[in-house]
């Protein structure tokens, strides 16, 4: 029960399958009281998945680009369920121009898009939800590795590096507030995300193969368990940090594949 009587901001809640959910999931399992978000045609969609896991969670219309619906979603979250002790970060989006080989032909508008939702937005995340964070308080976003160049990620690609230095960053800033910055950078799951990730099928069959420990496409939990880790006090000490949960994949030498 590590993270009995914290308060946690969960985002990114679609289906059972996203890593989102089995992040709820855990935190529940491990004593926490979760509150979501979701928006647009996808807020309906996230009141039913979390359904399946407790009738009492409550789900706030937030959409990361428009900064007063932000607001008014911490004042919301404030009056509901009073302040947060954590909160994950899983939002992320590229045009489909911005994906799938089209690395040298996208425009710079679709190459912002993607810098836009899915790195800036921990930056929006982060200092809006700031004044109602207890102290101390976690925020941990979800990562894929980047430190090498993924055929068909491309400029989603260029999104999760500039995420991991949006971490560190905050880390900096955030630290005197007593608030950590941590991301878990997962090895390749089976997502309604994922499947929209050009080449990921590819990436998928080879993954398990070379992963040390062994990876299951089909199974969040473990990645989940390393959020629920970073939204607990067992990670006192732990801020501005990388952590992988992807088998041991990103240990190992050698380009996955093909060009």
């Known amino acids: 029960m590590i993270l009995?009587?914290?308060?946690?901001l969960i985002t990114g809640i679609l289906t059972d399958k996203s890593i989102a959910y089995a992040s709820a999931k855990i935190a529940i399992e491990n004593g926490a009281?979760?509150?979501a978000t979701g928006f647009g045609k996808g807020l309906r969609i996230t009141e039913r998945a979390v359904k399946r896991l407790s009738e009492?969670?409550?789900v706030f219309p937030m959409d990361i680009e428009n900064q007063e619906e932000v607001d008014e979603a911490v004042q919301n979250i404030k009056s509901e369920a009073g302040n947060l002790d954590g909160i994950l970060h899983a939002i992320a989006f590229?045009?489909?121009e911005a994906m799938g080989g089209n690395f040298l032909n996208t425009n710079i508008s679709d190459a912002v898009k993607s810098f836009e939702i899915s790195a800036f937005s921990l930056k929006t995340l982060a200092t809006s939800f700031q004044p109602i964070l207890n102290k101390p308080a976690s925020i941990v976003a979800l990562d894929f590795d980047n430190t090498q160049a993924w055929p068909g990620y491309d400029w989603q690609g260029v999104a999760k590096?500039?995420?991991?230095?949006?971490v560190r960053y905050l880390a900096y800033y955030m630290g005197e507030n007593g608030v950590r910055v941590n991301a878990v950078a997962a090895g390749p799951l089976a997502t309604t995300a994922a499947k929209n990730i050009p080449g990921f099928s590819d990436m998928n069959e080879e993954w398990s193969n070379r992963a040390p420990l062994?990876?299951?496409t089909k199974n969040p939990d473990p990645v989940a368990k390393v959020v629920s880790f970073l939204l607990?006090?067992?990670s006192e000490m732990v801020?501005?940090?990388i952590i992988h949960a992807d088998g041991g994949v990103h240990s190992i030498g050698g380009s996955m594949l093909p060009k």
């Open 4 to 8: 009995k009587n914290k308060t946690l």
């Open 33 to 35: 009281t979760v509150v």
């Open 56 to 58: 009492d969670i409550k």
């Open 94 to 96: 590229s045009p489909t």
């Open 161 to 166: 590096s500039s995420l991991q230095s949006i």
């Open 214 to 216: 062994g990876w299951d």
């Open 232 to 234: 607990s006090d067992l």
């Open 239 to 241: 801020t501005g940090e």
